[in-house]
């Protein structure tokens, strides 16, 4: 199958499909015309340095902006034309929740129940109950929201996206907060809404957190998508790379056998060396440093990670939180 039949099977697949999409604010273009698709039954995690334009795309999403240009669509139907048909389906918590400060937890679910017309009253009591549990408020449910801590405020926000079925879920820095043990807990959450179904979207800067839930990744710079694929490709698309660790007295014999096979090694510690093998078989490279009186200590492949990734193709430091 061909790259274009890939992408078309993933667009018809697609629960979020944008062509072309642009938002301008004055003269500074914050999305620029980027064709997002995000896979049905993903946890597609959304990245991007400060100013990327990320979550300009996800109020975009949501029909929270209009568009300048482009197309936006979400269950094959377009927005916002028909958000009021589809955004029902949609749960979200965007650069953090808002809530009454002095009503507790549960009246401030019971509160987003009554304003919803589709909301069923006679199940809403055991709904906000289960949703309270889901994310670990059971205890601090008649609290006032005021006394929440940090990590507290963002289990709610994502307790009033749970409190009826939803087919999309989107997540903007869902961990912003916790401790590690709530962080697990919201890591295991998604797993388990992505086991029912659910596609998630989950915007984080924890780099770690992404890549250890998310089976897809789009990554945003300056305004544009430069990368969209699963998790398994972005890794696979990239060369591995190759630890070099000899005794010191053998440094420089084993730099130069590197240099001649044409890897240029790196790495502060003049003993221990990394380099991109390319086409270059490992028992090549470790046949001509033993030749050459190298004292090997270790050699070992490493898959780059997604913070290697994210920094190669966007050139920007680890805090992607913007």
Do not use: W
């Not at 965007?94 to 199940?123: C, M, W």
């Not at 401790?179 to 979207?201: C, Y």
Request: charged letters at 25%.
């Amino acid at each position: 199958m061909s790259q274009d039949d890939d992408a078309a099977k993933v667009t018809a697949d697609a629960v979020v499909t944008t062509t072309g999409l642009v938002r301008r604010f004055g003269k500074q273009v914050a999305v620029d015309g980027i064709d997002l698709a995000v896979p049905r039954g993903s946890v597609f995690g959304f990245l991007g340095p400060n100013g990327s334009g990320k979550t300009t795309t996800i109020r975009l999403l949501l029909g929270l902006l209009g568009a300048d240009a482009g197309t936006i669509e979400l269950f094959s139907q377009p927005i916002p034309k028909a958000a009021g048909k589809v955004l029902p389906r949609v749960g979200a918590v965007v650069e953090g929740p808002a809530f009454f400060p002095y009503l507790s937890g549960d009246a401030n679910l019971a509160r987003l129940q009554a304003i919803d017309k589709t909301d069923d009253p006679h199940t809403a009591r055991r709904r906000r109950g289960e949703a309270l549990e889901r994310v670990g408020l059971t205890a601090a449910a008649r609290k006032p929201y005021h006394h929440y801590s940090l990590g507290m405020k963002q289990r709610l926000g994502i307790a009033a996206t749970l409190m009826r079925p939803r087919d999309l879920l989107i997540l903007d820095e869902p961990t912003n907060g916790l401790d590690p043990q709530g962080t697990r807990e919201i890591r295991n959450l998604i797993r388990t809404l992505h086991a029912d179904g659910t596609t998630v979207i989950v915007s984080s800067h924890l780099l770690s957190e992404v890549e250890q839930v998310c089976t897809h990744v789009g990554i945003m710079s300056r305004g544009r998508l430069i990368a969209q694929q699963s998790m398994d490709d972005l890794r696979t698309a990239r060369v591995p790379r190759l630890s070099v660790e000899v005794t010191a007295d053998t440094t420089t014999a084993a730099r130069k056998v590197l240099a001649k096979l044409g890897l240029a090694p790196d790495g502060t510690d003049e003993a221990s060396m990394l380099v991109t093998i390319g086409e270059v078989p490992v028992p090549k490279i470790a046949k001509a440093l033993v030749g050459a009186g190298a004292d090997i200590l270790g050699l070992s492949l490493e898959q780059p990670g997604l913070e290697d990734i994210f920094v190669e193709l966007t050139g920007a430091g680890f805090d992607v939180a913007g």
